[in-house]
């Protein structure tokens, strides 16, 4: 099937956290092979791997010095080759993580470029005179704090950068930039990967004028410096799309393959869709509208479902990922069953899923001192939680082993949270009553429903704190109901007679309504109805 990424559900697997297999207290390539088994028994279509390439790690992988070979803590590129195979003999598909917004200060293009203003590579990155007084060019905002503008002493100007200074951004105005990235494309399609993940890919270019981005309106959630400016020209410039055009075309002579993209935008839902509209965006999207949100209610549901009801793409949505708080800590406040409530409604929606590694197992998020942080981002933001940091701690395999079997190391690279060990794979995998079971129980109805797959979605009239929409495909009809806050509620089915798909957590079918208990849920249809 040639779009089998519609509908398709992807486990996200941060690489340095996953497994480590040469006791440095890193996970590396060889124990996401060693774990492939695994992955493949959860029931999902595909992996998306974290980025593995060679880095100074000052943003652990997101800062690339070389798009075309794997960084030695990893591995290599023929243990590469031999994780792509084994997934592929699994019928897993695999997708790679690509940054091409910005590079490593680290890469040779930027060293080039940093060392003269005269150099083939002169205009690879985004240069830029200082004001008379010798301050920045512009009010643009770094999302890791401080302005967006670096003074490099040798060319006298100041570099952009959105992220930290040692994350330069490419000059995506430059055509040369532009071949050279679609390049890295071809090396990694002819190598065989069945698609990218493209982070914020709506960064690409910048407003070649330099105009400062206007303030953003006043909100008790704009916790940071840049969450204070609107970002009108510094991201999501139109020019972007011309990019991603070029690069469907691209992909479209190779078989089978697709692009994610990451869309980062205050206007998350909209741009999303912008940059999937067909026959030439992205083949789908996700935004950070679920993965920002602290409060998983119904309406909150309700508005992205509406969004996308007139969209043309196809949208991808996670709960979590590597850069927020996981969902259960975040969305369900700890709750067990409103976990699981939601991880339910997550694999319901239209669009690809993607599952950041633990979630399957409910994990929290973990407690990580301050002294035992990495992530830059949560060091300069510390208000006193573990941030990026507290959802990146390593895997939890075995529960009374060291490091919870993550690794044979004396101490892992960032701490095993001791509350994760009640968490761990091998407990749940003998509890059938376990998050774990009940995850691989939801992606194996996914995966044998399509109409859950690439069916229509609509809301459904529905009780206070019930979520409730239906898919539909040709004349059949799945019924998908959440409750999300913690009150029972009675869900009107119109029919004396339905057919249970799935029911959890005390939810109960009777004559003409489904009995929803505190988050439970249900997946019903009719079965006069079904195609």
């Known amino acids: 099937m040639s779009e089998w990424w519609r509908g398709a559900a992807i486990y996200q697997v941060y690489v340095r956290s996953f497994f480590d297999t040469d006791g440095d207290g890193i996970g590396d390539l060889g124990g996401v092979i060693a774990k492939l088994d695994y992955i493949a028994s959860l029931g999902v279509d595909g992996i998306w791997l974290s980025p593995f390439y060679p880095s100074p790690m000052k943003d652990f992988g997101y800062d690339v010095a070389d798009y075309c070979d794997v960084d030695p803590v990893f591995g290599d590129l023929d243990q590469f080759d031999a994780l792509l195979q084994g997934a592929h003999d699994r019928g897993l598909k695999v997708i790679?993580?690509?940054?091409?917004?910005?590079?490593?200060?680290?890469?040779?293009?930027?060293?080039?470029?940093?060392?003269?203003?005269?150099?083939?590579?002169?205009?690879?990155?985004?240069?830029?005179?200082?004001k008379a007084d010798g301050s920045p060019p512009n009010n643009w905002?770094?999302?890791?704090?401080?302005?967006?503008?670096?003074?490099?002493?040798?060319?006298?100007?100041?570099?952009?950068?959105?992220?930290?200074?040692?994350?330069?951004?490419?000059?995506?105005?430059?055509?040369?930039?532009?071949?050279?990235?679609?390049?890295?494309a071809r090396f990694w399609l002819d190598r065989g990967v069945d698609g990218f993940?493209?982070?914020?890919?709506?960064?690409?270019?910048?407003?070649?004028?330099?105009?400062n981005n206007p303030p953003r309106e006043p909100?008790?959630?704009?916790?940071?410096?840049?969450?204070?400016?609107?970002?009108?020209?510094?991201?999501?410039?139109?020019?972007?799309?011309?990019?991603?055009?070029?690069?469907?075309?691209?992909?479209?002579g190779y078989d089978q393959r697709m692009a994610v993209g990451e869309v980062f935008d205050e206007a998350a839902l909209a741009v999303q869709q912008a940059y999937t509209t067909p026959p030439d965006g992205l083949h789908t999207a996700y935004s950070f509208y679920l993965l920002d949100a602290t409060e998983a209610t119904p309406a909150l549901f309700a508005t992205a479902i509406e969004s996308w009801s007139g969209a043309l793409g196809?949208?991808?949505?996670?709960?979590?990922?590597?850069?927020?708080?996981?969902?259960?800590?975040?969305?369900?406040?700890g709750d067990g069953r409103l976990t699981r409530t939601l991880m339910a409604a997550l694999l319901s929606l239209r669009g690809a899923a993607f599952l950041y590694q633990g979630e399957e197992l409910g994990l929290p998020q973990a407690d990580v001192p301050f002294?035992?942080?990495?992530?830059?981002?949560?060091?300069?933001?510390?208000?006193?939680e573990a941030g990026r940091d507290g959802a990146r701690t390593p895997m939890p395999w075995l529960a009374d082993a060291p490091l919870c079997?993550?690794?044979?190391?004396?101490?892992?690279?960032?701490?095993?949270?001791?509350?994760?060990?009640?968490?761990?794979?091998?407990?749940?995998e003998s509890d059938p009553a376990s998050m774990l079971w009940f995850t691989r129980a939801i992606l194996a109805l996914r995966r044998g429903?399509?109409?859950?797959?690439?069916?229509?979605?609509?809301?459904?009239?529905?009780?206070?704190?019930?979520?409730?929409?239906?898919?539909?495909?040709?004349?059949?009809?799945?019924?998908?109901?959440?409750?999300?806050?913690?009150?029972?509620?009675v869900f009107a089915t119109g029919e004396s007679a339905v057919e249970a798909l799935s029911l959890w957590q005390g939810a109960a079918i009777e004559p003409g309504f489904v009995r929803l208990e505190p988050y439970s849920g249900a997946l019903i249809r009719r079965p006069e109805n079904r195609a």
């Open 449 to 489: 429903e399509r109409t859950l797959r690439e069916g229509r979605c609509a809301l459904l009239p529905a009780p206070p704190g019930v979520l409730a929409f239906e898919r539909g495909l040709g004349q059949d009809r799945i019924q998908c109901l959440f409750e999300l806050t913690g009150r029972a509620a």
């Open 219 to 252: 909100s008790s959630r704009n916790a940071q410096p840049t969450q204070m400016q609107s970002h009108q020209y510094d991201r999501t410039r139109p020019e972007a799309l011309g990019f991603v055009r070029r690069l469907r075309r691209l992909m479209e």
């Open 96 to 130: 790679i993580d690509q940054v091409w917004s910005h590079t490593s200060d680290r890469h040779p293009w930027f060293a080039e470029s940093a060392a003269s203003p005269d150099g083939p590579k002169a205009d690879w990155y985004v240069w830029a005179e200082p």
């Open 141 to 184: 905002l770094a999302v890791f704090g401080g302005p967006s503008w670096t003074w490099g002493s040798r060319r006298h100007r100041y570099y952009m950068h959105n992220f930290l200074p040692e994350q330069p951004d490419l000059n995506y105005w430059n055509p040369e930039v532009q071949e050279a990235i679609l390049n890295v």
């Open 405 to 428: 079997g993550f690794s044979t190391a004396f101490d892992a690279w960032l701490p095993v949270d001791p509350a994760h060990a009640l968490f761990a794979a091998d407990l749940q």
């Open 371 to 384: 002294a035992r942080l990495r992530d830059p981002f949560a060091i300069a933001a510390y208000a006193g």
């Open 197 to 211: 993940r493209l982070d914020v890919i709506n960064c690409l270019f910048h407003d070649r004028e330099l105009r």
């Open 314 to 333: 196809w949208p991808a949505w996670s709960l979590g990922n590597h850069d927020v708080a996981r969902y259960p800590t975040r969305l369900a406040h």
